[in-house]
T-cell receptor, first 112, second 114 residues
Framework: SQQGEEDPQALSIQEGENATMNCSYK?????LQWYRQNSGRGLVHLIL?????REKHSGRLRVTLDTSKKSSSLLITASRAADTASYFC????????????FGKGTTLSVSS | KAGVTQTPRYLIKTRGQQVTLSCSPI?????VSWYQQTPGQGLQFLFE???????NKGNFPGRFSGRQFSNSRSEMNVSTLELGDSALYLC?????????????FGPGTRLTVL
């Protein structure tokens, strides 16, 4: 079953605007990761934030994590048409192995 | 370094048949995980192999099985295919000594069951 939900399910913006996606999860986690998927292809890892971190930056990406609310957000600044994709959050729970539990994803459409 | 490769990329089978999918991880990676992606259920974890041993298993019926070879290549088998098994099957590999638990995904095998 899904660990959590992304919000919104779909987002349409213009190039240059910022895009914010939210993710909620249900159980204790080791870390939370964000992945991008273009048109049903493989997933590309974007950024990982550990459970003891609150904010992380990577280029135009900013991720926050609130473990008390069991939620995370991904901000993409100055969006480009090439950012059009589906974005998934994934959590790694406190158990052996490295199973990722994915949310249902946010479909981002950036128009020029 | 070559990425994760999966073969075949596309596959069409009929109900009742069985299928074997293959995944070659990034060189040096010993962990290989398999995921199923469908429009209805999204991305779901199937199982993970590490050093030829299944280390973790998702909530899938016994028709779904896997194995890993000494060179870390992994295969996934689905027996007695059902229409609902139509999906994109993704494998991912992970290194042992990376600082992050990042998983590297292959392009997937798209399985269609008729």
């Amino acid at each position: 079953s899904q660990q959590g939900e992304e919000d919104p399910q779909a987002l349409s913006i213009q190039e240059g605007e910022n895009a914010t996606m939210n993710c909620s999860y249900k159980t204790s986690i080791n870390n939370l990761q964000w992945y991008r998927q273009n048109s049903g292809r493989g997933l590309v890892h974007l950024i990982l934030i550990r459970s003891n971190e609150r904010e992380k930056h990577s280029g135009r990406l900013r991720v926050t994590l609130d473990t008390s609310k069991k939620s995370s957000s991904l901000l993409i600044t100055a969006s480009r048409a090439a950012d059009t994709a589906s974005y998934f959050c994934a959590t790694e729970q406190n158990q052996a192995g490295t199973a990722l539990i994915f949310g249902k994803g946010t479909t981002l459409s950036v128009s020029s | 370094k070559a990425g994760v490769t999966q073969t075949p990329r596309y596959l069409i089978k009929t109900r009742g048949q069985q299928v074997t999918l293959s995944c070659s991880p990034i060189s040096g990676h010993r962990s290989v995980s398999w995921y199923q992606q469908t429009p209805g259920q999204g991305l779901q974890f199937l199982f993970e192999y590490f050093s030829e041993t299944q280390r973790n298993k998702g909530n899938f019926p016994g028709r779904f099985s896997g194995r890993q070879f000494s060179n870390s290549r992994s295969e996934m088998n689905v027996s007695t295919l059902e229409l609902g098994d139509s999906a994109l099957y993704l494998c991912a590999s992970k290194g042992d000594r990376v600082r992050y638990n990042e998983q590297f995904f292959g392009p997937g095998t798209r399985l269609t069951v008729l």
